[in-house]
């Protein structure tokens, strides 16, 4: 269950940094760059919580890999999204 929140919290956290990007194309305007005080939080935070549970070296591992998947997928999920 923590795992899933966690996940979760690194997913919401690459997509307030894709949001605050000028290049999104979710929002019709950007968000404002200080929301991205909020996505360092909940990427911090993730990393203690999986840190709690596992070593060091697992916990960079998972969390570098959920955002690099997560900042890959949402462009594309907003392509989908904005085809229908």
Sequence with gaps: MLTS????ALIA???VIYLSNKNQRWLKKQISSR???????LF???LIG?????????????????IMLSL???PFLVLMVRDK
């Design 5 to 8: 929140i966690l996940v979760f």
């Design 13 to 15: 956290g690459a997509s």
């Design 35 to 41: 929301w991205r005080i909020l996505a360092y939080f």
């Design 44 to 46: 911090s935070a993730a």
């Design 50 to 66: 999986f840190y709690s549970g596992m070593s060091l070296s697992v916990s960079l591992f998972i969390s570098l890999m959920v």
């Design 72 to 74: 890959m997928l949402i």
